[in-house]
């Protein structure tokens, strides 16, 4: 879809990027495609579509981010710990971390989960984006 503006002459809409789900499911391991992000030039958000096998999870364990982040989960139940409390969320449930609150996510099930994660506003370039976070913290 090419890119069009709003008849009064306000936002420019474009059509960046679609999930490619045969790539996604092709993959055996944990797999990210990025949707919207710096280099494609989002300037307050970044869009990502996350496969996580069972057993797998949070590359970095408990960690916080600088912005806030929200996962969307497409299919499968996603296991979390939010600030010390457990959940699970499954398709169609939105997860909000807020910038600075320890969590986790992992896939306890049989299944992959897949999810949308979304980060606002964009992360700072000079700083780390994963913070990891000792377990007893």
């Known amino acids: ?14 059509f960046l990027r679609k999930i490619d789900f045969a790539e996604l499911n092709a993959s055996t391991g944990r797999a990210t495609q990025a949707l919207l992000d710096r280099e494609s030039g989002a300037t307050t958000c970044s869009v990502r579509c996350i496969k996580t096998p ?6 970095g364990g408990l960690h916080t981010h600088p912005v806030d982040q929200l996962f969307y989960v497409l299919s499968g139940t996603m296991n979390l710990e939010i600030a010390g409390q457990s959940y699970s969320a499954g398709p169609g449930n939105l997860v909000v971390f807020p ?35 000792a377990p007893d913290a």
């Open 1 to 14: 879809m090419p890119a069009t503006s709003h008849p009064e002459g306000g936002a420019r809409v474009e």
């Open 54 to 59: 069972p057993g797998e999870g949070s590359p």
């Open 99 to 133: 910038a600075g609150v320890p969590h986790r996510n992992w896939n306890g099930g049989t299944e992959a989960t897949v999810h949308l994660a979304i980060s606002s506003p964009l992360p700072p370039v000079d700083e780390p984006f994963v913070r990891p976070v």
